[in-house]
Structure formats: structure tokens, C-alpha cells
């Protein structure tokens, strides 16, 4: 039982990565479900039993995954940050670049912008959530100001990292200084007390 | 869907914040265009873009097809875009009142969060098209469009703000509180109701208020651009002047206009 189950998500991860591929060489819409069989070297009925609608939950599962994929990374990218601030600052960083410079992302966003808009915008619970709830332990060691609700201060500022993610304004988020200076007056001036390590 | 083509042009409206600069000829003097815009509101609130035709416009607006096309020749995507246009100039306005009747910094970020808020949520044709034709909204709620959007907003509200700060900072701060009203309005929050002034006073009391306090501390000011922002091909050179990085004279057309409405050196003179 156990073999099966890892030869299942063997395959599915395999399958992902296959149609990862095509996404990045055609775009979405011309990823057919052939395609990502050949390119995973699999049956069309070895696709379907694994996504049994098809296309559309292929589609749905590869951006889920590619989204995942990006805050792993992201996350790896933090750990061993010293502190609430540091994370904050290289995190911000990290996705700023891994956004400008992720092909599959812009390409996407050129051609089939409505497959991510939603997990950005109006269904941005999740993501929203994941980054608050990764932000909450940091917030719980740095300490917050009396009267500020730790859940709600993590849910306003990935509110905020989501916000410059996606558009930096006028911040330059590739110098080091001005994010430092993001970090400690828009995002943190009214959440934390105290001076900070940095 | 995927439609975008025909998606609603948010940033043409960014150039012409008030209605003061029609560029248009005679069509733009039809005394007809305000009304049709008007129709043509609840006809998008009932049916939104793809099923809403020129005849369902002129029927709503009690107008003959021949008086809508003649205020509007370019038609349907010409009305479209009016009414991004004329939604876009109406917000800024009821925002430039609230704005203008406020007595301090924390008063102004209240009343124009709200204002914006109460308008965004309030609004019957844009919750029917994020309901049923996100495209037609979501694009300019993430990356390049956004920055175009944050940069809109945040021009027209900066000047208001410079009653309070260096126009640098005003700008920067008028960036953040667009975002704050975005983030909410584009993910209702189960902590914070934008729309409820008493919620909106706490939130910029908590974290804005702080946070601006720090930007005006903090010794490090990288150079900050007042000039538009995103609409780069739009200024007469590509890369803004070190003089227009700073307060000085060295002001855009668009920085101008943007600030048309209140004279900051009076902050009690033109109201009206």
C-alpha cells in the first residue's frame, strides 16, 4: 500500500514537471494533455487517472504546484535569517527577483494572465495565509506592541509583502537599504516594539 | 473568457484624473455622454460587458443608437472606456473632498481609506464584473498594471497629503494607503472592515500612523521619484531629471494636473 501510494505522487510529480515544461516552452493554452504524456514519457490514460479532469485539473494542479514550488524556495531562502526583520527583508528580496526574473511567470502572465490573477487577487486566501502563518512564530519571538493583535498584525503585513510581491511602487526592492527601510517603517513601525538586531 | 483584448483600460484614466483635459473633438461635447455613461453603469451591473450591447445602452439611457454613436463614435469600447474614465474621475473627486475637508494627517488617511473603500464595495457594476468577468478587473490588480494603478491613485491623493509632509514622502505614503485599500477590498479581511470609519481609524492609527512616523525618522531617504510613475513613455524624457527627483520646479504635465485640486501652499484656499 505504502509503494503504491509513493509510486502514485512518484508519477504525479513527474507529470507536473513534464507539463511544467511544456507551460514554459508554448504557454498554457497550447499545453495539451498529449503533450505533457510524451514529455513525461506516460500513457494519456496514466495522465487521466491521475487528474481525472483532465486538462483543466492538470492546468489547475501545475500552477498550484509552481506556486508551492516558489514559496519552498522562498522559505528556503529565510532560513537561518536572524530574526523577524531580516526574514522580512530577505524574503521580500527574493521574490521580487525570483518574480522579475521567473520566465514561466511572465510568459504566463503575457499570455494567460486569467489562470493566476485569481490566486493573487480575489482567492489570495491561501497564500495570504501561508505567509502569515509563517511570519507569526518571528512576531511571537520579536514581541509585539501592546495592544496589537499578533494574527491580525501577521494577516496585515502579508496583506502588504503580497502587495510589493506583486508591485514594488516606488520601492527599489533590489537595494538592500531601501527594503531595510520598507521593512522598518511600512511594515513593522507598528507591529513590533523595541530596537531590533539589524 | 480570455478576452483581454477588450479588457477595461484603467491606465488611460490615469492620465486624465479630473475631467478638465478632454483631448477629443466634437464627440466629447455631446451633452449626451454623462447620461449614457450613467446607462450604460446598470446595464453592466445587470449583464456586465460581453452581453451589454450598444442598444442595450441607448434603451437604458432613453437615447436613439444614432445619439449614443454620435457621443460616442468609436461605440461600445469608446463608452467602456468613458466609463472607466468617468468612475475613475468621480472617485478621485469625492476623494479630493475628503480629503480637503480633513484637519489632520490621521483624519485625511481615514476619510479617503473609507471613502475609496465604501465606493469599491458600494460598487454594482464592478462586483458584478469581478463575480463574473474577473479578466476584465483582476489584470490591473497584480504586476505591471498595478504599479500603473498604484501610481494613478497615489498621484492624484499625493498633493492632498503634502499638507502634511515633503511632497517625497506624501507620495510614498499615498502608495501605501492605495495598497492598504486594494488588499482589503480585493480580499475582504475577517479582522478589519474598511468601509467602518471606527475600523479604519484603528487600522491607521495601529499601523500607518507608526510606520509614517519612522519613514520621517529614518536618516535614509534613497532617492525618492514624485514624478509619475509607470507612465514613463508618456514624459517628454525617459529618465526623470535629479531636479524632479526632489521637491522642485522641475514638474510634470501630468504631476500639474494631478495636483490641480488642492494648492498646497493654501491648504484652506481651493476646495471647490
Known amino acids: 500500500m505504502r509503494v503504491r501510494a509513493s509510486a502514485m505522487r512518484a508519477t504525479r510529480q513527474r507529470i507536473l514537471e513534464a507539463t511544467y515544461a511544456c507551460v514554459a516552452r508554448w504557454g498554457i493554452a497550447k499545453t495539451t494533455v498529449e503533450e505533457a504524456a510524451r514529455e513525461a514519457g506516460v500513457s494519456r490514460a496514466t495522465v487521466y487517472r491521475t487528474f481525472p479532469g483532465g486538462r483543466d485539473e492538470l492546468v489547475d494542479a501545475v500552477v498550484a504546484w509552481a506556486t508551492l514550488e516558489f514559496f519552498a524556495l522562498l522559505y528556503q531562502e529565510v532560513q537561518g535569517a536572524d530574526g523577524l526583520e531580516e526574514v522580512m527583508e530577505r524574503g521580500i528580496m527574493f521574490a521580487h527577483r525570483s518574480i522579475v526574473e521567473h520566465e514561466v511567470l511572465q510568459l504566463v502572465m503575457q499570455t494567460e494572465p486569467e489562470k493566476l490573477l485569481p490566486s493573487l487577487t480575489v482567492e489570495s486566501n491561501r497564500i495570504r495565509g501561508g505567509i502569515a502563518d509563517f511570519l507569526v512564530p518571528y512576531l511571537e519571538e520579536r514581541g509585539v506592541v501592546d495592544g496589537v493583535d499578533l494574527v491580525e498584525a501577521a494577516d496585515f503585513l502579508a496583506r502588504m509583502v503580497l502587495s510589493y510581491m506583486s508591485a514594488p511602487g516606488r520601492w527599489d526592492l533590489d537595494d538592500r537599504a531601501q527594503v531595510a527601510q520598507l521593512v522598518r517603517s511600512e511594515l513593522l513601525a507598528g507591529v513590533v516594539a523595541g530596537p531590533d538586531r539589524g | ?272
Open chain 2, 1 to 272: 473568457m480570455g478576452n483581454l483584448g477588450a479588457s477595461l483600460r484603467v491606465v488611460d484614466a490615469g492620465a486624465s484624473p479630473a475631467p478638465t483635459a478632454p483631448a477629443d473633438p466634437a464627440s466629447q461635447l455631446s451633452p449626451h455622454r454623462e447620461r449614457v455613461v450613467d446607462a450604460t453603469l446598470v446595464c453592466l451591473a445587470r449583464h456586465g460587458t460581453l452581453k451589454t450591447t450598444v442598444d442595450d445602452i441607448a434603451r437604458q439611457a432613453g437615447l436613439s443608437r444614432a445619439t449614443v454613436y454620435r457621443a460616442f463614435p468609436g461605440g461600445r469600447d469608446d463608452v467602456l472606456a468613458a466609463v472607466v474614465d468617468t468612475e475613475m474621475a468621480r472617485l478621485f473627486s469625492a476623494l479630493g473632498v475628503r480629503l480637503g475637508e480633513a484637519r489632520d494627517l490621521t483624519e485625511a488617511l481615514v476619510a479617503g481609506i473609507v471613502e475609496a473603500s465604501s465606493r469599491i464595495r458600494g460598487h454594482a457594476a464592478l462586483g458584478f464584473l469581478v463575480a463574473h468577468e474577473p479578466e476584465m478587473v483582476l489584470g490591473h490588480l497584480a504586476f505591471d498594471e498595478s504599479d500603473r494603478l498604484l501610481a494613478t491613485a497615489s498621484r492624484f491623493t499625493a498633493p492632498f497629503l503634502a499638507r502634511w509632509m515633503s511632497p517625497a514622502e506624501a507620495g510614498r505614503v499615498a502608495e501605501w494607503a492605495t495598497r492598504i485599500v486594494l488588499s482589503y477590498a480585493i480580499a475582504p479581511s475577517e479582522y478589519t472592515d474598511l468601509t467602518d470609519p471606527v475600523q479604519a481609524t484603528r487600522l491607521v492609527e495601529t499601523f500607518v500612523m507608526p510606520g509614517i512616523r519612522a519613514l520621517n525618522a529614518s536618516g535614509v531617504h534613497p532617492p525618492i521619484d514624485i514624478t509619475p510613475f509607470g507612465l514613463g513613455s508618456d514624459l517628454p524624457t525617459g529618465t526623470p531629471s535629479p531636479a524632479s527627483r526632489t521637491r522642485g520646479p522641475a514638474r510634470s504635465d501630468q504631476d500639474r494636473l494631478a495636483s490641480a485640486g488642492p494648492n498646497t501652499d493654501h491648504p484652506e484656499g481651493d476646495r471647490s
